[in-house]
C-alpha cells in the first residue's frame, strides 16, 4: 500500500511543478480529506456481503468496498488526484483473494493496479527532468571543489598572522560567505528529498497538511536565501573596498571595516526577513523552492540585482581609471595600488559581471533551449565562483605563497623568527591611508613575492 502512496506522492509533487499556486499540495490534500470523509459515510452506510469476502476499507488511495473472494475489483480513480480530468475515465484494481484476504505483492505489500490513474508525463517533460538531475549533479560537484580550496583559503588567512591586514580580512569574510553558501544549498537540495521521502515513507497524506513537517524545509530554504545574499554583498564590500583603494586618498580602517562587516553580514537581513514573512503570509506553500507569485521574489531578488548593478559600475569605473592612468604613463610598478587593482581586475568579472549579463535574459521570459542553456553556464559559474576566488585571493598570491615557503622553511630547519615577533607594519604601524592599507603584510618579503599577481 506505502508503495502505491509514494507513487501518488512523486505524480502529485511533479505536477505541482506546472500548476499554479492554487494546484498546491495543500489543496490536493483538501480534496484528499473530502473523498476519505465520503468513503467512511459510504462504508458506514453499504450493507455488509455475506460468504467469504475481503472486507470493506479506505487504503489512503482509494475507497473499497466489500468485494468476495476471488474477484478483482474497480473503483473509478480518486476525484483528489490532480490531474483528474485526464485519467476520469480510468480505474484502480484490486483483488480478494480465495481465503477472503486482499491479495499482496511479492513484498507482502497490498497489491493495486492503478496504472490508468497515473499522470503520463510527456516525453519532452522526462527529457527536462533528466536535464536538470544532470545540472544538479554538476553544481553539487563544482561546489564541493569550491569548498575545499575555501577551506584551505580561510586556514591560511587565519593562521599566518603576518597575512593579516584589512585586505585579507575581507577576503576571509568572502571566502566565509561562499562556504555558507555552498553548505547551505547542499543541505538544503539534501533535506528535500529526505522531507519527501519521509512522507513516502510513512504513507500517510496527513503529514502533507501539517506545518510540522514543512518546518525544516523552509527554515533550510530560508538560511539558504540569507547566504546567497550575504555572499553578494560580500562581493560588493570586495568592489567597494577596491573602489575606495583607487579613488578616495585616505580613509580610516577602523571606521570602514565595521561599515562593510555590517554592510555583508547585516544588508541580507533587511529583505531576506520581510521576504519569510510575506512567504509565511501570503505564500506558505510546499518548501517554498517555487516562486509562483514573482512580486514576493522580487523582494529578495531586486536587492542582490542592486548589489550586481553597483559592482558593475565599479567594473567601468576601475577600467576607466586605469586606462587614463596608463595613457598618462603614470602607473609604475612601485605602486602598489595599482599593481592590486591590476591583478584583481581578473576577479572583477566573478565579482558579479556574469550575474549582470545573466539578468539581461530575465526568468520569466527564458523558455525551453535557452532557459537550460541560461541555467547550466549561470549554474556552472556560482558552483565554481568560490574556487575561483579562492585561488586568485589567496592560493595564486604570491605574497601567501611567500610566506607559506617562509613558513615551510622555518619548520624543516627546526628555527626561524616567530611570526608574532614582527609587527604587521614595522615602520608605520596600523594603516591609516589607503597607501598603508595596501601595504603588504612583510617589510622583508622580497619584492617580487608582494605583488598580488597570480
Known amino acids: 500500500m506505502w508503495s502505491h502512496l ?142 575545499a580550496a575555501l577551506i584551505v583559503a580561510v586556514f591560511i588567512l587565519t593562521q599566518l598572522r603576518r597575512l593579516r591586514c584589512t585586505r585579507n580580512l575581507i577576503h576571509c569574510n568572502l571566502f566565509v560567505s561562499f562556504i555558507l553558501r555552498g553548505v547551505s544549498l547542499l543541505t538544503r537540495d539534501a533535506l528535500l528529498p529526505q522531507h519527501h521521502n519521509m512522507i513516502q515513507g510513512e504513507g500517510d497524506p496527513t503529514n502533507l497538511r501539517t506545518e510540522r513537517t514543512l518546518v525544516g524545509c523552509r527554515v533550510a530554504q530560508s538560511i539558504t536565501q540569507y547566504c546567497a545574499a550575504a555572499n553578494y554583498y560580500w562581493l560588493l564590500v570586495e568592489g567597494l573596498y577596491l573602489h575606495n583603494l583607487l579613488v578616495v586618498l585616505s580613509f580610516s580602517e577602523e571606521s570602514v571595516l565595521p561599515h562593510y562587516m555590517l554592510l555583508g553580514w547585516g544588508a541580507p537581513v533587511l529583505f531576506v526577513v520581510p521576504w519569510v514573512v510575506v512567504r509565511q503570509i501570503y505564500e506558505n506553500t510546499e518548501c517554498w523552492e517555487r516562486n509562483d507569485i514573482s512580486s514576493h521574489w522580487w523582494i529578495i531578488r531586486s536587492p542582490i540585482l542592486l548589489a550586481v548593478l553597483i559592482n558593475f559600475f565599479i567594473f567601468l569605473r576601475i577600467i576607466r581609471i586605469l586606462v587614463l592612468k596608463l595613457r598618462a604613463n603614470q602607473m609604475r610598478r612601485s605602486d602598489r595600488k595599482y599593481r592590486l587593482a591590476k591583478s584583481t581586475l581578473t576577479l572583477i568579472p566573478l565579482l558579479g559581471i556574469h550575474e549582470a549579463m545573466f539578468n539581461l535574459i530575465p526568468e520569466e521570459s527564458a523558455r525551453g533551449g535557452v532557459r537550460f542553456c541560461k541555467l547550466g553556464v549561470e549554474l556552472l559559474f556560482n558552483s565554481l565562483q568560490g574556487l575561483l576566488v579562492a585561488v586568485l585571493y589567496c592560493l595564486c598570491n604570491k605574497e601567501v605563497q611567500a610566506e607559506l615557503r617562509r613558513k615551510l622553511h622555518g619548520s624543516l630547519s627546526g628555527g626561524g623568527v616567530s611570526c608574532a615577533s614582527r609587527p604587521l607594519h614595522p615602520r608605520k604601524g596600523r594603516p591609516r591611508t589607503a597607501e598603508d592599507l595596501m601595504s603588504d603584510s612583510s617589510e622583508t618579503t622580497p619584492p617580487a613575492a608582494r605583488t598580488s599577481q597570480c
Request: hydrophobic fraction near 30%; charge should be negative.
Open 6 to 147: 509514494a507513487a501518488l506522492v512523486l505524480l502529485l509533487l511533479e505536477e505541482c511543478r506546472t500548476h499554479t499556486v492554487q494546484d498546491t499540495v495543500q489543496d490536493t490534500v483538501q480534496a484528499w480529506e473530502k473523498y476519505q470523509d465520503e468513503c467512511n459515510e459510504r462504508m458506514r452506510t453499504e450493507p455488509p456481503l455475506t460468504g467469504v469476502f475481503c472486507n470493506r476499507t479506505f487504503d489512503m488511495y482509494a475507497c473499497w468496498g466489500d468485494v468476495p473472494a476471488n474477484t478483482t475489483k474497480a473503483e473509478p480513480c480518486p476525484f483528489y488526484l490532480p490531474w483528474h480530468t485526464k485519467v476520469k475515465e480510468g480505474f484502480v484494481f484490486r483483488r480478494c483473494g480465495a481465503d477472503g484476504q486482499w491479495v499482496r505483492d511479492d513484498s507482502n505489500r497490498p497489491w493495486r493496479d492503478h496504472a490508468q490513474c497515473e499522470s503520463h508525463e510527456p516525453e519532452q517533460s522526462q527529457h527536462e527532468t533528466w536535464i536538470l538531475s544532470q545540472l544538479r549533479v554538476m553544481y553539487s560537484v563544482g561546489y564541493g571543489i569550491s569548498l
